[in-house]
């Protein structure tokens, strides 16, 4: 088995080599290569200590020195060297209380989290394979090192890296690791926001966003996502759907882009509608107003999970206006997009798409040529460059005070209702109309 290693990865080795100390590429680097992906960041594990790795290289930075790691910095690049080591005592579900060095290879990849990840390979050794990695790649498991209960007892974070390894490589989870995640998920209390975030967006954004049902069968969404469990135990009876509401929101992740904030939106679109939930006297479910609770229990979801501000808005706005339907008309879509603003429209469209293509056949083919009507009048307004923001209006707050209005809150007012009859006419959008409608307005 050969792999080949970046020129500078082969270098770190063989300078450590040279003095006398082995050193492996390791871990996640080794197991992309293996699978033909392109690793997206090489470590390298070494016997060397690291104040030794340090006297070897002229350019070094004190990483994770506690913990044995080093980065080298080679042509402008970083690369983690990190001395075997042996974990002690885990004492807040996520970080050993201390490590000790170890001189042995073995050790070293025995604390790891998963076979798959706990290989090692380097020119002269070829690949180090202590626990069936190789073999679970191929039949495509999931699998801890040794004892899954240990393993995640130590770093409660793994629970949540095993349903998102699966997703991301299209694996199964081994049956005595997913008990293991069942009867500890309730540890992934302990691990920060932002910890469960990279892991959420990482799975979110995979090929496989349906191991969210993993996620939810062996309990880890209780803990990080309680408001998907009531969506998956909430029933659609509506003839526009045939999952329950957790199903849909699951189904609709796969049927739009692997982009995070449109996958987090599909995700969070109707969140809201166990809350809103009400039955006819005909046995139908209906979801009034599911839109805006939906959005605002997004916001405050990607708020508990630490997201950033523009990956919040954007959600929250996409959610808010997925099931808005306009007139078919220019003034209507001309709202809308005063609404969403232009470059937030063609995500709209593939949020309700994706939304339209999780349901049910019922209306199917009506509602995908409502959309497309919507989609065609908007490129028409586009390629005529009709006004439908402030910003394109043809006077602005400055030419009306020249024209005599004083600064203050009858300004944006009036700007305000200009914007509106140009939406309810474009051809209105000159100055001279605009200028002696403010006039009209100003004297009434």
């Not at 209380?97 to 390979?121: C, G, H, M, Q, W």
């Not at 709202?335 to 199917?364: C, H, M, W």
């Amino acid at each position: 088995m050969q792999i080949i290693l970046p020129k500078n990865v082969n270098k770190i080795i063989h300078v450590l080599e040279e003095n006398g100390f082995e050193a492996y590429a390791v871990g996640g680097c080794i197991r992309d290569s293996l699978l033909g992906r392109t690793p997206n960041d090489w470590d390298i594990t070494t016997s060397a200590l690291p104040e030794q790795v340090k006297a070897l290289f002229k350019k070094t930075i004190d990483t994770g020195i506690q913990h044995g790691t080093v980065t080298i910095l080679l042509d402008k690049e970083g690369y983690e060297v990190t001395t075997y080591r042996l974990d002690g005592e885990y004492e807040d579900s996520r970080h050993p209380k201390e490590v000790t060095f170890t001189a042995l290879l073995s050790e070293d990849l025995k604390r790891r989290d998963f076979t798959i990840n706990a290989l090692a390979y380097n020119e002269k050794e070829g690949l180090v394979d202590l626990f069936g990695g190789q073999k679970d790649m191929e039949e495509k498991v999931i699998r801890c090192v040794g004892d899954p209960l240990e393993r995640f007892t130590e770093d409660a974070l793994r629970i949540l890296r095993a349903v998102r390894f699966a997703a991301q490589l299209g694996f199964s989870i081994e049956e005595r690791t997913r008990e293991a995640i069942g009867i500890l998920a309730g540890n992934l209390e302990h691990i920060s926001a932002e910890r469960i975030q990279a892991e959420l967006v990482k799975l979110a954004v995979s090929p496989h966003p349906e191991e969210l049902y993993t996620a939810y069968e062996t309990g880890i969404t209780r803990v990080i996502l309680p408001e998907l469990d009531a969506a998956m135990e909430t029933e659609q009876k509506n003839p526009h759907h045939c999952h329950t509401v957790g199903a849909h929101l699951i189904e609709s992740m796969r049927m739009i882009e692997p982009d995070k904030v449109l996958r987090l939106a599909m995700l969070l679109h109707d969140i809201g509608k166990p809350v809103v939930r009400s039955t006819g006297e005909d046995g139908v479910d209906h979801f009034f107003g599911h839109a805006d609770v939906s959005a605002q229990m997004a916001h405050d979801i990607l708020k508990r999970l630490k997201f950033d501000n523009d990956t919040l808005y954007t959600v929250e706005k996409l959610i808010a206006y997925h099931d808005y339907r306009p007139e078919i008309s220019e003034r209507a879509v001309r709202r809308f997009l005063n609404k969403t603003g232009k470059e937030l429209f063609p995500l709209i469209l593939k949020v309700q798409r994706a939304d339209i293509a999780a349901q049910s056949d019922y209306q199917r083919a009506e509602k995908e040529e409502r959309l497309k009507e919507v989609e065609l009048l908007a490129e028409k307004i586009f390629e005529e460059k009709q006004c439908f923001s402030l910003k394109d209006l043809a006077v602005s707050g400055r030419d009306l005070i020249d024209d005599g209005m004083e600064p203050g809150k009858q300004l944006g007012e009036v700007l305000s209702e200009l914007l509106g009859e140009v939406l309810r006419d474009p051809a209105h959008n000159t100055k001279e109309y605009l200028l002696e409608y403010s006039r009209t307005l100003r004297r009434s």
